[in-house]
């Protein structure tokens, strides 16, 4: 199927578009969350907090008997507090500390789900609810209704988001600060962590409770790499995560057995290894393109700087020299010749006789200021 | 109790104990996450061998996956050191995606060979006994006991032997690495532990639960005891009660085994985390009660070692004055003097108080313990 075919079906098919505009919402909320999880270096709370959730699914599965999203997501809603809870209990009350307490309790929190969900297997009305629909997902089982219970909840928590920005900032890069300042932190913590906790059940029916970590972390990720703005990250993080979202689930749709959560996953590090390569600054391959372009250009200035230098011992601003010269005073004597051919494009320095160099006034003048930059006095 | 039920209680004790040893020190080190990255992620690795061998219990298999686990924690790594994240969200980005992969793999190819999700993932105990090992047409028993038996025989080995050196490294990789040990060789002897141990366990419990058998039982141990030798032995205990333990309650209500294993671990936590006898909450509760009112007594001694001898003695030290002197309740001061006569510290003679020797000693002690400038 070409690209515009899809497109079209994005528009046109009822199940697309809502599997489209479900996965996009997930994306853009789990996305806005992460940014304040990543950088208050919770990532993995999301990931206890997803399979925390576990429990709570199942829950309301077996006292509502329906797959709507309302009671499901309350029910993860409260399953995922009650985790975070535990984690926080744990933490302040023993010797216990962050990662064992994460792990132990999102690992208990999920057997305990699984005991629940192996019972509710049991139950006639149940039919046959494939376990791995909760564990990774389905998009295309989404209905309009969900959409909008989604698009709704994930608003509200957008919306409390926004009036609510400067105090996260605050919460994510000075509580002591925030303190001093008499805002409540510890009310503000307990609030951000109530968002993500929502951020993360509305994306569960649709990624599924194993890998939506992956949703809160990677877009965040992502997002770093192009901005140092906590806002801006936000957005670009939202981005991120519904065009992972959509394009996931869009692909997930359309191929037979494949899972929706994976494929979304595979998406969204996509972007994270495009975001780390390539982003301005801080991309790796930016780097070392920058790295490199900064070696050819201190190369150059060696040369530019040594003949300068040389002209200067005979006292005469115009006397030529031969490359060899420049080579034995140079760290990279390979690159004299080459550095010599630039700087003569550039009208810097000029060939008087076959193999004697000398600077033009140009050249004479640019070393000076770049000495003069450099503080060297004489 | 039938032989095959025996034979699911011994695969999960075994299972239990082999994970809980190498799970001891990612706890100590504040590693735990890594094992969730690690037990996630080889499920890549077991899917692919599996295209490959087509038998779950195959040592390759074992091999591939656990080279997964190490690829994981190398990967890690290798993202932490680009400084472009940090180290919580290096593992939440890296597992995820080797996981995603071996899920799509096993999605998209599980029609044609005899794998599946959910088995993977949450294993299936129940069945374990039917597979069987043979040798020379003799029925040894189930492959996944000798497969789990040899990991657990392969962790203790390790432990004893580097006993010193885990210790080590766990309470001061400075010193480990200034004093020759290097921290690098023996933090991938345990990953990799982790790997083997989490490959050869998923079979049992799945990828998932591996987790909590890994944290569950030596998070538990640590707030029982103080010494290392202890925590792993009680670690191994807790697991092998927590499998146990959950398998019955698995098989009474008909549920999944390994998450009743899971829940059990974590019952055995929160009654640790409630009960310890050092470090439980109810333990500190007590300890705060004791404390008060010795602190009560102390001060009741310091008050009445102050005014002892002096003029002022005859209202300081009057019972009914305390009220007043030391901003007590009537009824606590009662309680106090009471406990005060009753320990010796104090004698009680028409409402005025005084001091016994003990008394004395202990409010000197007190002041010089308890003064700021001490």
């Not at chain 1, 999301?46 to 309350?74: C, E, K, N, Q, Y």
């Not at chain 1, 608003?155 to 900032?169: A, M, P, Q, S």
């Not at chain 1, 510890?186 to 609030?191: F, G």
Request: glycine share 8%; proline share 3%; net charge neutral.
């Amino acid at each position: 199927m070409g690209l515009s075919e899809v497109l079209h079906a994005l528009v046109t098919d009822y199940t697309l578009r809502t599997v489209a505009l479900g996965s996009a919402t997930l994306g853009i909320v789990s996305g806005a969350l992460g940014a304040f999880a990543v950088m208050r270096r919770q990532s993995l709370l999301g990931d206890a907090i997803s399979h925390t959730a576990l429990p709570g699914v199942a829950l309301a599965f077996l006292l509502t008997g329906t797959r709507a999203s309302l009671p499901l997501i309350i029910g993860a809603a409260i399953a995922g507090w009650l985790g975070t809870l535990a984690v926080m209990a744990i933490v302040h009350n023993s010797r216990i500390k962050q990662d064992s307490a994460l792990g132990m309790v999102l690992a208990v929190f999920f057997g305990f789900g699984l005991v629940l969900l192996t019972y509710v297997q049991r139950m006639p009305q149940a039919g046959k609810a494939g376990l791995d629909k909760f564990l990774f997902g389905q998009a295309s089982a989404l209905l309009a209704s969900d959409v909008w219970t989604m698009a709704v909840v994930g608003g509200v928590v957008l919306i409390l988001l926004t009036v609510f920005f400067k105090e996260f900032k605050l919460l994510a890069f000075d509580q002591e600060f925030g303190m001093s300042m008499g805002f409540p932190m510890r009310v503000i913590d307990i609030l951000l962590t109530t968002l993500l906790v929502i951020a993360i059940v509305i994306g569960l029916q649709t990624v599924g409770v194993v890998l939506m970590s992956a949703m809160v972390v990677a877009p965040a990720a992502a997002a770093r790499q192009w901005t140092d703005r906590l806002g801006i990250m936000v957005l670009i993080s939202a981005l991120f995560g519904a065009l992972a979202g959509i394009t996931g689930a869009v692909l997930s749709s359309l191929t037979s057995r494949l899972p929706t959560g994976p494929t979304i996953v595979l998406c969204i590090s996509g972007i994270v290894v495009i975001s780390m390569l390539f982003a301005p600054r801080r991309g790796i391959v930016y780097n070392r393109l920058l790295g490199f372009r900064r070696k050819r250009q201190l190369e150059l200035d060696s040369v530019l700087l040594d003949l300068h230098e040389l002209a200067l011992q005979h006292h005469d601003p115009q006397y030529p020299h031969t490359p060899a010269v420049l080579r034995s005073m140079s760290h990279n004597p390979l690159a004299v010749d080459r550095s010599l051919m630039e700087l003569q494009q550039r009208g810097l320095v000029k060939e008087t006789d076959p193999g004697l160099w000398q600077l033009t006034v140009e050249g004479e003048r640019l070393a000076e200021s770049k000495l003069t930059q450099l503080g060297v006095t004489r | 109790m039938s032989s095959a039920q025996l034979e699911i209680q011994l695969i999960a004790a075994v299972v239990a104990a082999a994970c809980a040893l190498p799970g001891v020190f990612l706890v100590l080190r504040r590693m735990a996450l890594l094992s969730d990255a690690i037990s996630h992620a080889i499920l890549l690795g077991i899917v692919l061998a599996f295209f490959v061998v087509e038998d779950l219990s195959s040592p390759f298999l074992v091999a591939a996956a656990a080279a997964t686990g190490l690829l994981t924690v190398v990967l890690v790594e290798g993202l932490n050191r680009t400084k472009l994240v940090r180290e919580d969200a290096a593992i939440g980005l890296v597992f995820p995606v080797l996981f995603s992969i071996g899920v799509i793999l096993i999605s998209r190819y599980a029609g044609d060979v005899h794998l599946d999700t959910d088995a993977v993932l949450l294993g299936e105990l129940a069945f374990a006994p039917f597979n069987r090992f043979e040798l020379g047409g003799l029925d040894l028993g189930p492959t996944a006991l000798w497969l789990m038996g040899g990991v657990l025989l392969a962790n203790v080995l390790l432990i004893v032997i580097f006993f010193k050196e885990y210790k080590l490294v766990a309470f001061d990789a400075g010193l480990a690495a200034s004093l020759g040990f290097s921290p690098t060789v023996i933090h991938y002897l345990l990953m990799t532990q982790v790997s083997v141990t989490a490959v050869g366990a998923f079979d049992a419990v799945g990828s998932i639960l591996v987790v909590a058998l890994m944290i569950a039982p030596p998070a538990t141990a640590y707030l029982l005891t103080d010494s290392l030798r202890r925590m792993i032995l009680y670690s191994a205990v807790i697991g092998v009660l927590s499998a146990i333990g959950g398998y019955w309650v698995a098989h009474l209500l008909d549920v999944s085994i390994a998450g009743c294993m899971a829940s059990t671990s974590g019952l055995l936590f929160a009654a640790a985390f409630l009960g310890a006898p050092q470090r439980g909450l109810l333990a500190k509760a007590r300890r705060r009660r004791r404390q008060k009112w010795e602190f009560a007594v102390a001060m009741l001694a310091i008050h009445l070692f102050t005014h002892e001898d002096l003029p002022e003695a005859a209202t300081e030290c009057r019972v009914d004055h305390l009220t007043e002197h030391l901003n007590w309740t009537d009824q606590f001061a009662d309680r106090v003097v009471e406990l005060a006569v009753r320990s010796r510290q104090a004698m009680l003679e028409n409402g005025l108080l005084r001091l016994t020797e003990s008394g004395r000693r202990m409010a000197r002690d007190a002041i010089v313990n308890w003064s700021p400038s001490a």
